[in-house]
């Protein structure tokens, strides 16, 4: 599976941008798979923003988010058009960072405390990079 972060950009305090992650190749199915966003800002590590579950998880959909972005970003899915998404809104200059898409193939083990670990995730996209201005 190849993914495509794109979306990123300029914007100013409180303002919103949509990320998008593109999944394209062969194997399985895109709704097997697991979605997150990460982000690492200069200097600093990367870090979980947000996870979206697998289709089909013995428990449904789940959503986990950062405590950092609850609230204000909003993680979703389109498995029609194999695209994953992050809209940010009230954007603040501390998440400023470059942006990654990653996902996971099912194996049954959607939890929180393993869909915030970026070694989880079985393919990574190439980053997108989000500068909030104050």
């Known amino acids: 599976v190849q993914l495509q972060a794109s979306g990123g950009g300029l914007v100013q305090t409180g303002g919103s941008l949509r990320l998008s992650c593109a999944a394209s190749g062969p194997g399985r199915t895109f709704s097997s798979h697991a979605v997150a966003w990460f982000r690492q800002a200069p200097g600093k590590e990367r870090e979980f923003v947000a996870g979206?579950?697998?289709?089909?998880?013995?428990?449904?959909?789940?959503?986990y988010y950062a405590d950092s972005v609850k609230g204000r970003f909003t993680i979703s899915r389109d498995n029609a058009k194999n695209t994953g998404y992050l809209q940010m809104n009230s954007l603040k200059p501390e998440d400023t960072a470059v942006y990654y898409c990653?996902?996971?193939?099912?194996?049954?083990?959607?939890?929180?405390?393993?869909?915030?670990?970026?070694?989880?995730?079985?393919?990574w996209g190439q980053g997108t990079l989000v500068t909030v201005s104050s």
């Open positions: 979206i579950s697998w289709s089909g998880n013995w428990s449904g959909t789940s959503i």
């Open positions: 990653a996902a996971k193939l099912s194996d049954g083990t959607y939890y929180s405390s393993l869909t915030r670990r970026p070694e989880w995730y079985d393919y």
